[in-house]
């Protein structure tokens, strides 16, 4: 069973950047698919990013793709999300997730698929 602890949030002025991370323990951190998620006040959580076991595959929600990035280093059992030209919009609790399912189709997107969760950090975007 993997543990996920995410950092890195905090309070930005629209057109920042923030970066987030999630440390992974307790599992074989290169053999988890992993994802972002978001939940703002009064909605329901959306996804946002994805990238696979290996590093090789990545997938972004419209509304972030040419402005957030995924990536993760295996050797620091770390995946991240480098978020630029941040909008108020992009306000809401970032979580991390985690399956060691095929990263196809709707197993990258939904987050019913995932199997572990982070405790989730926030981000707050001004205008």
Known sequence: QVQLVESG??????????RLSCAASGGTFSSYNMGWFRQAPGKEREFVAAISWSGGSTYYAGSVKGRFTISRDNAKNTVYLQMNSLKPEDTAVYYCAAHRKMFSGSYK?????Y???????QVTVSS
Do not use: I, K, R
């Not at 199997?115 to 950090?121: A, F, H, L, N, S």
């Open 115 to 121: 199997d572990y969760w982070g405790q989730g950090t």
């Open 9 to 18: 949030g905090g309070l930005v002025q629209a057109g920042g950047s923030l």
């Open 109 to 113: 997107y939904n987050e019913h698929e």
